[in-house]
């Protein structure tokens, strides 16, 4: 039976709903599904055994991106390739989610392909950016003064380093309740620690700060 749509489903929703009811139509029995309260796209999908026309898994996943886009905030185009794990012949191929040529910082969907070739599950961490209204390239803060900001966060001298424009990158940085454009800048201090500070690049504001170095 195919799965209802929400009363007060929006555009993304309901693209998502039609495309799993279009998917439930080939495969042999119904997938489990659940859905995440902060994106409208399926939060976890499986019991699939989705087979395409492609062999490779990397190529398997990828069509069936393509051919079932509304499971995947409706545009293909979003997932730019990460990674591949592998383990008894099962491949999770890893996509990370991108706006306007921005990563999207944290998101992240791995489609699982088996030993034969076909898709049997999906996991989306990714998110609804349209109401994301500023464009890259209109920002207020420059790269150097994110620099600055940053190096002065963490009390340092990096502010004066003549490597800052390799340092600082711009990102999309989203959670539930907004997304914002901001830099993600790696702070000079010690061998020890990679410390990242991300700050929105319309306000300078510092959001995080973090040590990333692997302990």
Do not use: M
């Not at 490779?56 to 990828?62: M, P």
């Not at 464009?135 to 009390?155: D, Q």
């Not at 020890?192 to 504001?205: M, N, Y």
């Amino acid at each position: 039976s195919s799965l209802a749509l929400p009363a007060k489903a929006d555009d993304l929703r309901r693209k998502a709903v039609l495309d799993l009811n279009r998917l439930e139509e080939v495969v042999s029995a119904k997938p489990s599904c659940s859905w995440s309260t902060n994106s409208p796209a399926p939060r976890r999908i499986a019991g699939l055994d989705w087979r395409g026309s492609k062999v490779e898994a990397f190529d398997v996943a990828r069509q069936f991106i393509d051919e079932y886009p509304g499971l995947f905030l409706g545009s293909s185009s979003q997932l730019v390739f990460d990674e591949v794990d592998s383990s008894e012949g099962r491949r999770w191929i890893h996509f990370r989610q991108s706006w306007r040529g921005l990563e999207v910082l944290g998101s992240r969907t791995t489609v699982t392909v088996n030993e034969h070739g076909a898709v049997i599950g999906v996991t989306n961490d990714i998110y609804d950016l349209r109401g994301l209204d500023s464009a890259p390239g209109t920002e207020l803060i420059t790269p150097k003064r994110a620099f600055e900001i940053a190096g002065e966060s963490v009390r340092t001298g990096a502010a004066n380093s003549e490597r800052s424009e390799l340092l600082v990158r711009k990102v999309v940085l989203a959670d539930p309740n907004k997304a914002v454009i901001a830099y993600r800048v790696l702070v000079p201090t010690t061998p020890l620690e990679k410390i990242v500070v991300l700050l929105d690049a319309s306000t300078g504001k510092v959001v995080q700060v973090r040590n990333e170095a692997i302990r």
